[in-house]
């Protein structure tokens, strides 16, 4: 088998795109609104919406990868880089599973599902910088930067300097 299973690539695809929009959205645009717009409880009601989703997407995900047959692992020919590799993709569903229950408890301990969703209040509460778990959520969204970046990097030093064409891989077609 060369290819991962159809749903599987599906769902890699979809959650890149999410994850890269939640992280540009909630440290990009939402972190610099001021907490009184109206503007930012929009966004805030979207990004939640969005890490629900992606909490919901990498349970499908995680038990569609235990389901399912895949190609052997990749190799760089490289035994440490070969442990960096799967470091990684575990370390994603680590860090992903973290922002999502960072995102949840601050949510919930600042009771902003009906703040956001009920129009409960016009504002956000002043102390939601300075809840511990939003520091958290904070903390993950970097280091999940930093392993999209190794991801990448990675995926490139595949495709351009040991031209095996992993990328494929990922992708849509006969899985033969």
Known sequence: MQRYHPLLVALHWLMALMVLLSLAAGGV??????PDSAQKLQGLG????????????????????????HPPRASTGNEVLDRIGVATHWGFYMLLAGMVATGLATAIGAGLFPIVYLGAADTLPSELSTLPQRAAHGIISKLLLALIALHIAAAFYHQLVLKDNLLRRMWFGKRL
């Open 46 to 69: 979207g990004h939640m919406a969005f890490g629900m989703a992606i909490g919901a997407l990498l349970i499908l995900r995680l038990a569609t990868r235990l389901r399912t047959q």
């Open 29 to 34: 645009f939402l972190a610099n609104m001021p």
